[in-house]
């Protein structure tokens, strides 16, 4: 935390399995007082999962808070996990792949005006599909391969629209993209 910023208390006002909820008092760099309501959860972590043909796999699912479909990469809570077996669970539950190679693209912070989740972004290559994966449990209703000329084009036209997702694609395209092409 920045010196310029002082926390005073914090009381847990809100627990479910998933996040909790904290009410904190602070006081800011400009000496004002300030109550905050802070969502804590545990690191994220979000797999761009490339084919021997430099397509990225994607998941489509029904997201209940929007209420719309969403195109999004495949991604999970760590559950108390080192990021890369979550990675490598997240893939598998949500794809049926199994990657022999990982590549770690760093992170970010998911939603920094709202939660203290932080994101870990892995590549994962050399991919191999197998059987017994948890789709539907995951409510995926979809896995489609898209080439990276095809993922700009549904990000411009909004059939790509989902934060993290988007986030994460930036930091590869604007940043990374020659490891899509290794």
């Known amino acids: 935390m920045s010196k310029d910023y002082k926390t005073l208390s914090s009381e847990l006002v809100f627990q479910t399995p998933f996040f909790e ?17 802070l969502l804590h959860r545990e690191p994220s972590v979000f797999i761009i999962p490339v084919s021997n ?45 199994k990657a022999k190679r990982w590549l770690n693209l760093g992170d970010f912070q998911v939603a920094p005006g709202l939660s203290t989740n932080i994101g870990h972004i892995w590549m994962a290559r050399d991919l191999e599909m197998t059987t017994g994966h948890r789709q539907e449990e995951e409510g995926i209703v979809e ?25 994460v694609f930036g930091k590869v395209f604007w940043g990374i993209e020659k490891y899509i092409h290794e």
């Open 53 to 97: 043909n430099q397509e990225i796999y994607m998941v489509k699912q029904f997201r209940y808070p929007t209420k719309r479909w969403s195109l999004e990469l495949p991604a999970g809570g760590t559950d108390g996990e080192d990021s890369l077996e979550a990675a490598k669970r997240e893939l598998w539950e949500e794809t049926g792949l």
């Open 21 to 37: 909820i904290n009410q904190e008092n602070y006081i800011r760099h400009d000496g004002e007082e300030k109550t905050y309501w």
């Open 143 to 167: 896995c489609v391969k898209l080439s990276v000329p095809e993922i700009k084009e549904r990000i411009l036209d909004g059939r790509i629209s989902d934060g993290p997702s988007l986030a």
